[in-house]
């Protein structure tokens, strides 16, 4: 018993630790966005008029759910960073018409997501087996990896678009070596566009996104005992043309000290930028290539019309 509670200790140590290496680089670990207010913020997003991503790929997946389903065999659902599940919803159902014995699995960082999916799938069938993973996935993915069913991985809504390249592939590389002959991989990514409506979708005009943005700090004060104000900080999305991708920040105000521990502190002028999030938008081209490099093959594509947004039906090719 004790043993677990060291390991947790030195867990939040070494958390600690990386976060105040990461504040220095003048950046805040993406995954520290969803404590329970900031999955209820994300579900107000997708939402918004601005943001188009999770309305085109649902829209997407209620097109396609039957196709999908009906091409692959599929006993077991694995889902990474669910969410609030609404989107898969679809899926699981179609499913569920064909197999009563379909499993739903689903790994979230956040437990007010994994509830929300809870809630959404039960009311397909109580008989509909559902099991929830507080964890992280990047990290976690490893202990999870044991099933005798084919299974489908479900990687949607562009979190993909969280990682640069290199951890792109080697998250893509990781699920392609526990995939098994049978089993696939549907990815869900956001496709390179109009700028404007790109912005937009990171600058709605309810200004949620800045909640959403300002949310981080509170998180890492409660959990870290900081003493971030989120009053002196500026939320701003722009998009990079170059590396094609947002780059969400919280900018310095002011010149402020930020104290980490007796002997540590962060110093911030004003107009520094702390990045808190990245979001990619990809090419075709872009895509073809992660998916050669991270040992995946395309089975189908499906699209929505403008070509906003696509859903990739991978095999595992190693
Ligand atoms: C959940 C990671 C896909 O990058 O679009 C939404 C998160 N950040 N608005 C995204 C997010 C700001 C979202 N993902």
Known sequence: MSGTINSKTAEKKSDRNRLFLSLKEKKIPTKYLYDELGSKL??????????????TEKNILDKNSYEIIKTVKIKEFFELGSGSSKKTRVLIKEAFKINKNVRYISLDISRKALNMSFKE?????????????????LKDIKSVNKSSDTRMYLFLGSTIGNFDNALAVKFLSKLSKIMRKDDFLLLGVDKVKD???????????????EKFNKNILSVINK???????KNNFIHSAVFNEKKKQIEMYLMSKINQKIKFSD???????????ILTEI?????DKGLRSLFKQSLLSIN???????????????????
């Open 42 to 55: 994300f579900e107000k997003i997708c939402d918004t008029e601005e943001y188009y991503l999770t309305r």
């Open 121 to 137: 799938l039960r009311n397909i069938s109580k008989k509909l087996e559902i099991h929830l993973i507080e964890g992280d996935f």
């Open 195 to 209: 700028i404007d409506i790109i912005k937009s979708a990171y600058n709605d005009k309810n200004g949620i996104t």
């Open 223 to 229: 959990k870290y005992s900081l003493d971030f104000n």
């Open 263 to 273: 002997k540590d502190s962060v110093y911030l002028n004003k107009g520094d930028k």
């Open 279 to 283: 979001s990619r938008k990809f090419t």
């Open 300 to 318: 189908k594509e499906f699209n929505d019309e403008k070509n906003f947004f696509s859903l990739y039906l991978l095999e595992s090719t190693k």
